[in-house]
Nanobody, 125 residues
Framework: VQLVGSGGDSVQAGGSLRLSCTVSVVTRCMAWFRQAPGKEREGVAAIYTDYGDTYYADPVKGRFTISQDSVKKTSTVYLQMSSLKPEDTAMYYC?????????????????????WGQGTQVTVS
C-alpha cells in the first residue's frame, strides 16, 4: 500500500492551499496529521471514505475541509486549507486505516493508522 501526498508550498498568511493524498487501495479511513518543528504530531482532519463522516481538530475548524474521491480501486483525499496562519506551518502527513478512524473515541490516535505518506511541507509566513 502506497500513500503519496502532495500540494505543500510556501504561502502568505490568509492564503489557501490544497493538499492531495492518493492511496493505492480503498481504505475506510483517511486522515491528515501535521508536525511542526519541536512539536508532537497532531491530527488535523479525518474522513470515513464509505459514508463521508468527517472530523476536525479545533484549531482548523471552519478553515480546513477534508474530502475524498474514490475511483475504482484507489482513493484520493484532499485537504483544502483556507485562511492559513503562521501556526499552520508544519509537515503534513496523510494516513490511512482499513477499518476505522477512531480508537477509544479518539479520531487522531496516530499509532492506529497503519499506512502513512511521506509528508508534504506547508510554510505560512
Amino acid at each position: 500500500v502506497q500513500l503519496v501526498g502532495s500540494g505543500g508550498d510556501s504561502v502568505q498568511a490568509g492564503g489557501s492551499l490544497r493538499l492531495s493524498c492518493t492511496v493505492s487501495v480503498v481504505t475506510r479511513c483517511m486522515a491528515w496529521f501535521r508536525q511542526a518543528p519541536g512539536k508532537e504530531r497532531e491530527g488535523v482532519a479525518a474522513i470515513y471514505t464509505d459514508y463521508g463522516d468527517t472530523y476536525y481538530a479545533d484549531p482548523v475548524k471552519g478553515r480546513f475541509t477534508i474530502s475524498q474521491d474514490s475511483v475504482k480501486k484507489t482513493s484520493t483525499v484532499y485537504l483544502q486549507m483556507s485562511s492559513l496562519k503562521p501556526e499552520d506551518t508544519a509537515m503534513y502527513y496523510c494516513a490511512a486505516d482499513p477499518h476505522s478512524c477512531t480508537y477509544g473515541g479518539n479520531w487522531f490516535f496516530a499509532p492506529k493508522y497503519i499506512y502513512w505518506g511521506q509528508g508534504t511541507q506547508v510554510t505560512v509566513s
